[in-house]
């Protein structure tokens, strides 16, 4: 699965185009491929680690999503960025 995707300032995904064979049809922020696809991209942002390594990670709830459950959540990393983007 080949996910590309537009991100604000903060790394929220603000548009993109998933697929298994999908040609983009305009340049795109981030390209991942994706082991395993995603329902609702919007539940995940994009986010630089120390070493400067572009990943896809679950957006962490806000106060008003929190419901008070207890079931923990993994906070690990699920993609890597593919190629980089061509400096403009």
């Not at 795109?28 to 609702?40: G, L, R």
């Amino acid at each position: 699965m080949l996910l590309f995707c537009n991100t604000d300032k903060e790394g929220n995904i603000q548009g993109s185009l998933k697929g298994e064979f999908v040609v983009p049809d305009r340049q795109y922020d981030h390209f991942f491929y994706m082991q395993e696809d995603i329902a609702d991209v919007s539940q995940y942002r994009v986010a630089t680690d120390g070493n400067g390594t572009v990943q896809l990670v679950p957006k962490e709830p806000s106060a008003e999503e929190e419901t008070g459950s207890t079931e923990e959540t993994n906070d690990t990393p699920m993609l890597v960025e593919g190629e980089p983007k061509e400096a403009e």
